[in-house]
């Protein structure tokens, strides 16, 4: 039992390339979420998912895109990255007792 | 609107000393309440959680915090820190009737930095 997992830890991109960033569960969890972290802040939502086929936005799609084709997992589009972006990205699923599991992160720069 | 204040952005305490992170939350309902933890350059992990059942949740590493609805507090506390809890803890809501999605807001953490 892995839990979350994400892929990659870290990845540089210039502006205006495109990357996708990976993450995986093996909980069964319906529910998953996008976050993004900026420095010295805590988390804010950007998109999230309660099952296959289904998302919606967050406090802070911009920029963004998702998709869930199956329960275990829920990749985030980055078109057009802009320095903005640079972030941390976690992942996330909710169990039982509204608990949400993060995975490690991925730590972007966008230069 | 439901909110989140954790009242110290740094914290600085001795090891073998007892360990207080504030915080304050406003909600609508009863909400769950969490406290996490992260450390350098890592994920977030769950230290422990409120869902309505006791007011007093113990959670791991020796970590405690009390749920006092008349005062919206869940401070977070330890007995004894240790240099191994130096992280950054973020007190999380998670309002109830948020929409289906299970919202959480999170708290713009507390720094704790422990010394020998």
């Known amino acids: 039992n892995a839990g979350v997992t994400q892929t990659p830890k870290f990845r540089i991109l210039k502006i205006g390339q495109s990357m996708t960033l990976q993450c995986t569960q093996d909980?069964?969890?319906?529910?998953m979420y996008w976050y993004r972290q900026d420095p010295g802040m805590g988390l804010k939502l950007i998109y999230y998912?309660?099952?296959?086929?289904?998302?919606d936005k967050g406090e802070v799609p911009n920029g963004y895109n998702v998709s869930r084709s199956t329960t275990e997992d829920f990749p985030l589009r980055l078109e057009l990255a802009a320095p903005s972006q640079t972030s941390v990205y976690f992942c996330a699923s909710k169990g039982p007792e509204d608990t949400q599991y993060f995975g490690p992160g991925t730590r972007l720069t966008v230069l | 609107a439901q909110s989140v204040t954790q009242l110290d952005s740094h914290v600085s305490v001795s090891e073998g000393t007892p360990v207080l992170l504030r915080c304050n939350y406003s909600s609508s309902y009863s909400p769950s309440l969490f406290w996490y933890v992260q450390h350098p350059n890592k994920g977030l992990q769950l230290l422990l959680k409120y869902t309505s059942a006791a007011t007093l949740v113990k959670g791991i590493n020796g970590f405690e915090a009390e749920f006092k609805k008349s005062e919206t507090s869940f401070h977070l506390t330890k007995p004894s820190a240790h240099m191994s809890d130096a992280a950054e803890y973020f007190c999380?809501?998670?309002?109830?009737?948020?929409?289906?999605?299970?919202?959480?807001?999170f708290g713009a953490g507390t720094r704790l930095a422990v010394h020998p």
């Open positions: 998912s309660v099952g296959a086929g289904i998302t």
């Open positions: 999380v809501v998670s309002p109830k009737f948020s929409g289906g999605y299970n919202k959480l807001i």
């Open positions: 909980m069964n969890h319906n529910y």
